[in-house]
């Protein structure tokens, strides 16, 4: 029996893809998982899994904390883990993202040389996000540097683009190492394809938004101003619980009765429930950053594995391979700066297009790091 000891600093409830990973864990034979992260703070539902030996949480500080005491939880989160570890004597430790990586690389250092690492990354951080960020993930992305990445058998991005942006900053670096693995929606979902209504062309077309919203970072301004001037032939829905102040009374302003916002956004366990009612799930993040222009979102592909079309703003050149007007459900890239006309009549006209089952599930990409994880 191997065991396993993941450490995710953010709490697990705003990150699908770590609880996604959580889940295939605790079904597999021959491996035993213990988790460390914290509380989430934003009433999301605790994230629990009988199959794991335990998750042990940290505080999460608020952001109107003070600076010193957002500092220190972090090093008391810091010192758990490290007890924790020690204590628990992995046989391989898998941390997600410079801010988990402290409490592992003094770990490693003093008592586990010969333990395997593995690692993932959520996001890709330019050099420039960690010279104006926490100083101490600042420090700890130098002892990723200097001994980290060099000592991991694993490096995990979500999509290529990330690896080579990954590998361009660190070239010295053994690039089989370097793997995908990208934000997949349980397998479960996939009988939710079968359920879908298909759009008939007098009905009101049904759009939804699920995720962060800014009018800085996302086209939600444009978007709307689209949807008002439909006059009623688009019924659109956000939901999001990370939104700015400004974004939130943005909406609540707008004087429309087709377009709804639900400031609490939805349970992940329950959005596939929702997704299924709509036609149309829509990505308006902007190219602000590198992270942002090279992104693939979770939820472009759990819009399509509940069956519906996606538009993504031509900014995001990471979905770039998944663009597809040729069955359905298509990926469209939207100009969301200055929309189209005819975007109506085109989604109806796509109606007659070959129907195929999308795969895109968690188990497809996450055997493979499983696999490696029991060699």
């Not at 990330?162 to 479960?188: A, E, G, M, V, W």
């Not at 829905?237 to 916002?261: G, P």
Request: net charge positive.
């Amino acid at each position: 029996m191997k065991k396993i000891a993941l450490v995710h600093y953010m709490p697990l409830e705003y990150y699908p893809p770590v609880m996604n990973m959580l889940d295939d864990l605790g079904m597999q034979d021959g491996l035993v998982t213990k988790v460390w992260s914290t509380g989430n703070i934003k009433g999301r539902n605790t994230y629990t899994n009988d199959r794991l030996i335990g998750i042990s949480r940290a505080l999460f500080p608020s952001p109107n904390q003070s600076k010193f005491f957002r500092l220190f939880t972090y090093l008391l989160f810091n010192v758990k883990v490290l007890y924790g570890l020690v204590l628990y004597n992995p046989n391989a430790v898998f941390y997600y993202e410079s801010y988990s990586a402290g409490p592992v690389y003094w770990y490693l250092k003093l008592f586990g040389k010969r333990k395997k690492l593995f690692i993932h990354h959520h996001e890709y951080f330019d050099q420039n996000w960690y010279d104006n960020g926490m100083a101490i993930v600042r420090l700890y992305h130098e002892l990723e540097k200097k001994y980290l990445f060099e000592k991991a058998d694993w490096i995990s991005h979500t999509n290529q683009f990330r690896i080579d942006l990954f590998l361009n900053d660190f070239p010295d670096l053994n690039p089989t190492k370097l793997h995908q693995l990208p934000n997949y929606p349980p397998d479960s979902w996939v009988k939710l394809q079968n359920d879908k209504a298909v759009a008939k062309e007098k009905d009101t077309l049904r759009i939804i938004y699920i995720g962060s919203i800014s009018l800085e970072h996302t086209f939600i301004e444009e978007f709307c101003k689209w949807v008002i001037s439909q006059n009623g032939r688009v019924k659109f829905d956000i939901y999001s619980f990370n939104y700015t102040s400004t974004v939130k009374n943005f909406l609540k302003k707008i004087d429309c009765e087709f377009i709804n916002f639900f400031e609490d956004g939805i349970a992940y366990e329950d959005i596939p429930k929702f997704l299924i009612q709509y036609d149309i799930g829509v990505i308006l993040y902007k190219a602000s950053t590198l992270n942002a222009k090279y992104c693939a979102s979770n939820k472009l592909f759990e819009y399509l594995v509940c069956g519906l079309e996606v538009w993504v703003s031509k900014e995001q050149e990471g979905t770039i391979p998944y663009l597809n007007l040729a069955s359905r459900p298509r990926v469209k890239s939207i100009n969301f700066s200055k929309m189209e006309n005819d975007l109506i009549k085109d989604f109806h006209s796509s109606l007659s297009l070959p129907l195929i089952k999308v795969n895109y599930y968690y188990s497809s990409v996450s055997s493979f790091f499983i696999m490696n994880l029991l060699k």
